[in-house]
């Protein structure tokens, strides 16, 4: 079964400045997709950023990127000049690419971002 | 486009009566997912649907759970009888095909006394 870790429960981070979350997931499936959700306190989930496994560049989204190393099976979120409104409760979550499973999202604990002004 | 609706936001119920959870996915997307957060288990999928088929269920917790997509625009999770430990914020999330994103309601507080 795949597992999803976030070890960071909570990290702060000063108003413009750069902030990185930690992911760590494990599969035996060689094809699959990593995602970063983003649940502020409406409880709105958001999706941030998706990675696809087969490819080898980082996903870019504005201020938000990632530092997906396949073999480390570690798929990290940083938040570039980090905005008050960033401020929210971060998830990792994997999905299978193919199969009877292949749209089933399996999330991280979770990390409580906090920006500080 | 108005995203995925649920119904009620906030539900306050007692012990043994019956919770009905209401979802209308995003017109045009043939999956449709129900997600249970609490602290303890975090985020966890209980069931999903394809094209109003039952696909997965098995994460619903027990038989007390029960999820029905009776047409492409409305689904239902029911618990019956409830009990405290069901007390969660329920999702509903929908997509176009499985393997898109995955757009989630602003979900439903669950508080069962």
């Known amino acids: 079964a795949q597992t999803v870790t976030q070890s960071q429960p909570e990290m702060s981070v000063q108003e413009a400045e750069t902030v990185t979350l930690s992911c760590t997931y494990d599969t035996s499936e060689s094809d699959y997709y990593l995602f970063w959700y983003k649940q502020p306190p409406s409880r709105q989930m958001i999706l941030v950023i998706r990675q696809e496994a087969y490819k080898q560049q980082n996903a870019t989204e504005n201020r938000f990127s990632v530092n997906f190393q396949k073999a480390a099976k570690s798929f990290s979120l940083k938040i570039s000049d980090s905005q008050l409104g960033d401020a929210a409760m971060y998830f990792c979550?994997?999905?299978?690419?193919?199969?009877?499973?292949?749209?089933?999202?399996?999330f991280g604990e979770g990390t409580q971002l906090t920006v500080n002004p | 486009d108005a995203g995925v609706i649920q119904s009620p936001r906030h539900e306050v119920t007692e012990m043994g009566q019956e919770v009905t959870l209401r979802c209308k996915p995003i017109s045009g997307h043939d999956y449709l997912f129900w997600y249970r957060q609490t602290m303890m288990r975090g985020l966890e999928l209980l069931i999903y649907f394809n094209n109003n088929v039952p696909i997965d269920d098995s994460g619903m917790p027990e038989d007390r759970f029960s999820a029905k997509m009776p047409n492409a625009s409305f689904s239902t999770l029911k618990i019956q009888p409830s009990e405290p430990r069901d007390s969660a914020v329920y999702f509903c999330?929908?997509?176009?095909?499985?393997?898109?994103?995955?757009?989630f309601g602003p979900g439903t507080r669950l508080t069962v006394l």
């Open positions: 999330a929908s997509s176009f095909r499985g393997w898109n994103e995955q757009f």
């Open positions: 979550a994997y999905r299978p690419a193919l199969g009877t499973s292949g749209s089933r999202l399996t």
